[in-house]
Structure formats: C-alpha cells, structure tokens
C-alpha cells in the first residue's frame, strides 16, 4: 500500500463533523465554510479508501472504517494539540488551586495531570479534596480556581467534561451481597452515589442497612474489602480486592453520572485557563478517558489498597 499523508485539519473537521453531528456547527466552529467542510471529508474518504460516514436521512452514521479511523484521529489530534501546547507552555506559570472529590482525585485525574505537569512544567497544581456539595461553593465564592465535581439536583453553572459509570462493588472474598438485608457502604446524606444506591435497592424491594459512612471513596473501599457492606462507586475505582457485582447476582443496574468542570468567575490567569482546557479536552474525549484510566489503572495494580493502609 502507498504511503499516504492526511491533513490535521481533515482529521479535526471530521471529529468534529462526528461529536457536533452536523457540517454546518462543524463549519462554524472551525471557521471554515460548509462545502470546504465537506470537501475535507470527502478527500479523507479518497485517501483511506474507505467510507466512513453513511447517510440515514440529516443524520450522518459511523461506518465500522469510520469508527476506526476516529479513534485513531482523537489520538492523532491529542498529541498534536499537545505538542503546541508543550512549545508554547514555557511563559504560562502560576498556582492552580484544583478542587475535586478524592475519588477522581485518586482515579481519573492522577495520569492526566502527571501529563499536564510535563506539558506546562512551570504550573504548580495545588489539590483540595472535598465533597461536591462544599466544592461547588468554594469555587463560586472564589476561594478555589477549578473544581472538577458530581453533578447533582440543584447543581447550576459548570461544563459537563465526561461520565463516571456507577457500579456495585464487594471485596473479593466477600458474601456480604448475599446478607439479607445487604450491608451498604455510602457517602454521606446528599450525595447522589449515595442516593442512586438506596433507590435502586428500595426499587426491587431489597432489604438493606447503612454499616458504614464515609466522606472519602477509600473509607467506602476499606469497609468493601474487609467484608462488611458493598458499596457504590464510579468503575475507576475498582481496585484490587473488590470485584464488581450486577444483575446476576441481585444488584440492578445503577446509572452514569456527569462530571462537571467548574472555572471561578474573575480568574483569568492562563494558568488556570491551561488546566480547564487540559481538563476539559482530555475527560470529554472517550479515547482520552480510555487510555488515562489504563494508565491509572496500571498504577493502582502496583499499589493495592491493603499495603495502602499499612
């Protein structure tokens, strides 16, 4: 096969054409013009020799090429938009105070912001762990710069940048899923983990008891995996020692939930804009988000909860 060369900016048109679902939004946000657009997605077609979108009335479909070649085409773009990044980060420095639960602090943002920290070395990241609930008032009262938190009822403002799914988990040699009523593990009252947790419970007319409570993810894992209740997390925190637990068993499925990227108003330092765009970009893409939970992941395996805690 010939070696072949592709434009970035067919590759972007086309994710964007994807994410957007439409040519005109795609023309708009890229400032270019509707039939340069398409002709973009047609010279990509040409040169991979490969159909990559179908049409099914307005809507433009994934082909299994084109399925393909967008997976490759977010990685392609990450590490280009990176690049620039790196070569332009040497002015941008300053403190960035990031809030955010200790469970996305110890799961979903350990491999992304060890990536940020090599792109813009001059920018020192401070972390605050709290619960969303205090979060979210911290960063619109200013006293935090980002806050990266659950969305829950009455949440207002913020970016939804991606999704955790929820999961049952049990320690590995537990039965504690078995007991009737189920001993559960939760967070305290007004969190939707543990909100989801009790409805879908009281759904299918389980019995239950609250055995544990605790504000951090690691007090829930702890009560999982010494065998005293199951508990409700995101599947990112699925360490070593728990398993997760479904409908097979008697859990019944339990939903996604939003993360939402909070920017305090009147901070404008490019700092703390380099971290929301990093954040944002990288948690709102599945094959980012795919490729950071390995490497998290890969971490945790080196490094279980039991040694933890010695």
Not at 248 to 254: C, M, Q, S, T
Request: charged share 20%; proline share 5%; aromatic share 6%.
């Amino acid at each position: 096969m010939p070696l072949i060369s592709l434009d970035i900016r067919m590759l972007r048109s086309f994710v964007s054409v994807v994410q957007s679902g439409s040519i005109t939004v795609t023309a708009r946000q890229l400032g270019r013009t509707q039939p340069a657009i398409t002709l973009q997605l047609q010279r990509l077609e040409e040169l991979t020799n490969k159909t990559l979108l179908r049409h099914e009335g307005r809507r433009q479909l994934l082909t299994d090429d084109g399925d393909l070649v967008l997976s490759y085409a977010k990685s392609i773009l990450r590490l280009h938009d990176e690049m620039l990044q790196r070569l332009s980060s040497p002015d941008v420095e300053g403190t960035v105070v990031l809030g955010t639960p200790d469970l996305y602090a110890a799961f979903v943002l350990p491999a992304i912001l060890s990536r940020f920290r090599r792109a813009f070395p001059k920018v020192q990241v401070e972390l605050r762990c709290e619960l969303s609930t205090p979060l979210v008032g911290l960063v619109r009262r200013g006293e935090i710069d980002l806050a990266l938190v659950t969305k829950m009822e009455g949440f207002s403002g913020g970016k939804v940048v991606g999704q955790e799914q929820l999961i049952w988990m049990v320690g590995t040699d537990s039965d504690a899923h078995r007991a009737d009523p189920v001993p559960i593990a939760v967070l305290p009252p007004g969190n939707i983990y543990r909100e989801h947790a009790i409805d879908k419970l009281e759904r299918i007319g389980r019995n239950w008891k609250i055995t544990c409570v605790s504000a951090s993810a690691v007090g829930l894992q702890a009560a999982a995996v010494a065998g005293m209740a199951v508990t409700v997390l995101g599947r990112s925190a699925l360490i070593p020692g728990l398993r997760e637990i479904g409908v097979n068993e008697g859990f019944p499925l339990l939903p996604p939930i939003d993360l939402l990227l909070y920017h305090a108003a009147g901070r404008n330092l490019a700092a703390i804009d380099a971290l929301y765009n990093y954040l944002e970009s990288y948690l709102g893409s599945d094959s980012g988000r795919i490729e950071f939970a390995a490497e998290t992941a890969s971490a945790s395996l080196r490094q279980s909860l039991p040694d933890a805690a010695e």
